[in-house]
């Protein structure tokens, strides 16, 4: 069984910086990749950034160059670095491994 959480949103002013944390249980997590989706508002749930467990990494044409994905193995955690934080980069982010989802965290920017 694995279970994903999600920590580090908030409130933050557009150009300001956030990082958010996903702690992973289970055996799974050095295997697959991991991924950080987002849902606005009315919006479809889409892919933000993938890691993959070699450490390759891939992002949304939305947040390249702002966000950066990584992860440390020793803690079972994968970070979404989020720089040059825009009002539409608000929505509810979800850490996802294979089926398995977080329970999402809201990042609200917001002057």
């Known amino acids: 069984q694995v279970q994903l959480a999600e920590s580090g949103g908030g409130l933050v002013q557009p150009g300001g910086s956030l990082r958010l944390s996903c702690l992973a249980s289970?055996?799974?997590?050095?295997?697959?990749?991991m991924h950080w989706y987002r849902q606005a508002p009315g919006k479809k749930r889409e892919l933000v950034a993938t890691?993959?467990?070699?450490?390759?990494?891939n992002y949304a044409d939305s947040v390249k160059g702002r966000f950066t994905i990584s992860r440390d193995s020793a803690k079972n955690t994968v970070y979404l670095e989020m720089n040059s934080l825009k009002p539409e980069d608000t929505a509810v982010y979800y850490c996802?491994?294979?089926?398995?989802w977080g329970k999402g965290i809201l990042v609200t920017v917001s002057s």
């Open positions: 289970g055996s799974l997590y050095d295997v697959y990749p």
């Open positions: 996802n491994l294979v089926i398995y």
């Open positions: 890691i993959t467990s070699g450490g390759s990494t």
